[in-house]
């Protein structure tokens, strides 16, 4: 079903290379709510705005109608493309693109495979509006292959340091080049990010529980992880997907459910996450200091964007003030 606007509604969780000049940050967000003229877009609003400074990453929570979306987040990435280098990029995150993800997720009355169509249609403007720009496809946009996101990184190499992209094939526009490298883009179900934060420096029991709660490694169903330094601690990244099937002995505590277009989604719940790896880090005498959700569970999504969209604060990130660290 819509939301209770009567909207379809989409989020998208775009990904930049960039954190450390704020001006340029807030030049992304506000080109997803004002195109080249300054005509504002309808039903559209930025929810919020994560950067760090270590990371040398920003996460921009973008939603808006169906209809609208697509030419939100390509004046986004057109702004982006313009201010970011990304031969000139510096920061511990791995990262292939200036712009470097592109995910599509619904939130009410708007299916996988719609998104999907959505996500491909960025993609095609993109290429037009930034003719050197070059994309790959994942998750639903990858038709008919449906590769995941952590499938295609692994085969790209994403995760390695300093990856040569030029040597990368792209699904969309060209060969890449140094300065916008390597985007991905896509549709799946809705992708939290939830960080752990341990009282140690010691990376390597980082990278040990890291690899613990991996679903790849036999860990938490939908969860991918790594560790990095943060701030004289270590921090474990999770990327928590959503998924459909039913796991098996589901209970209340695990897992938290939630519907769209009568399709049912689940997703481990942040509190069992920071509970399993204060579990395997006190394994090895290592206390941790708290839990970020980075955003919004997708229930959260949804019911601030109705919210946002009812009201017209299309800059409703600067209500939260943004988290720049």
């Known amino acids: 079903m819509a939301s209770k606007l009567g909207k379809r509604l989409v989020a998208c ?3 930049v290379s960039e954190a450390r000049n704020k001006d340029n940050i807030e030049r992304i967000a506000r080109a997803a709510l004002f195109s080249s003229c300054g005509q504002r877009h309808p039903d559209t609003s930025v929810l919020n705005v994560f950067s760090n400074h270590d990371y040398n990453r920003s996460v921009l929570t973008i939603v808006s109608t169906s ?11 057109v702004e982006g493309f313009t201010c970011i280098d990304h031969s000139q990029h510096e920061g511990i995150h791995p990262c292939l693109g200036a712009i470097d993800l592109i995910p599509i997720y619904p939130l009410s009355g708007v299916t996988l495979e719609q998104c999907g169509k959505i996500a491909r249609g960025i993609a095609e403007e993109l290429i037009t509006h930034v003719p050197g720009c ?3 496809l994942f998750g639903y946009a990858d038709v008919p292959e449906m590769r995941s996101l952590a499938d295609r990184r692994r085969s790209l190499g994403w ?5 040569d992209v030029t040597t990368m094939e792209s699904d969309v526009g060209l060969k890449p080049s140094k ?15 939830c960080n752990v934060t341990l009282d140690t420096q010691d990376l390597t029991s980082g990278r040990a ?6 679903e790849r490694a036999g860990g938490l169903r939908g969860v991918q992880a790594m560790a990095f330094p943060n701030k004289g601690q270590v921090e474990i990244a999770c990327n928590v997907e959503s998924f459909r099937d039913i796991p098996e002995n589901i209970t209340a505590d695990k897992y938290v459910s939630y519907s769209i277009c009568d ?8 509190q069992h996450i920071e509970a399993e790896v204060h579990k395997l880090a006190a394994c090895r005498g290592i206390r941790t200091t708290g839990t970020a959700l980075v955003g919004f569970t997708p229930q959260e999504c949804r019911a601030t964007a109705e919210y946002a969209i009812s009201y017209g604060i299309n800059e409703f990130w600067k209500r939260r003030q943004g988290i720049f660290m």
């Open 209 to 214: 529980v890291a690899a613990a709660i991996r």
């Open 134 to 136: 070059s994309l790959f």
């Open 179 to 193: 300065k916008y490298g390597l985007t991905g883009i896509g549709a799946s179900p809705y992708v939290m990010n």
């Open 159 to 163: 995760f390695r340091k300093n990856p």
């Open 263 to 270: 399709d049912n989604f689940f997703y481990i719940s942040p």
């Open 13 to 15: 969780l775009l990904n």
């Open 67 to 77: 209809e609208q979306i697509g030419r939100s987040v390509v004046s986004s990435c």
